[in-house]
């Protein structure tokens, strides 16, 4: 059995509430290109400066910031990034 047998197979056995999901996985990879978006791509530019003015810090340094000082520490960043709501 090919590995496309195999993927006929488990779509046909697949319950139909995941069909969408599968769908939709199964576009995204068929994509020749993966591409970000203009507000994507600005993001990334506007990360790469923060990190080369060196407004950044390690994973390390971060796991230590006292949880009550965090949202104080990083949360202007964290908004506009809309990590946290």
């Given at each position: 059995m090919t590995v496309?047998?195999e993927?006929?197979?488990l779509?046909?056995?697949l319950?139909?509430?995941?069909?969408?999901?599968a769908?939709?996985?199964?576009?995204?990879?068929?994509?020749?290109?993966?591409?970000l978006?203009e507000?994507e791509l600005?993001?990334?530019?506007?990360g790469?400066a923060?990190?080369?003015?060196?407004?950044?810090?390690?994973?390390?340094?971060?796991?230590?910031v006292d949880r009550?000082?965090?949202?104080?520490f990083?949360g202007?960043?964290l908004?506009?990034?809309?990590?946290?709501q």
């Amino acid at each position: 059995m090919t590995v496309k047998d195999e993927m006929r197979m488990l779509i046909e056995i697949l319950p139909d509430d995941a069909t969408s999901d599968a769908l939709d996985y199964m576009r995204w990879l068929a994509q020749e290109v993966d591409t970000l978006t203009e507000a994507e791509l600005a993001e990334v530019r506007l990360g790469e400066a923060e990190i080369a003015s060196g407004h950044s810090i390690t994973l390390d340094e971060l796991q230590l910031v006292d949880r009550s000082s965090f949202r104080s520490f990083v949360g202007p960043l964290l908004d506009r990034l809309m990590l946290i709501q």
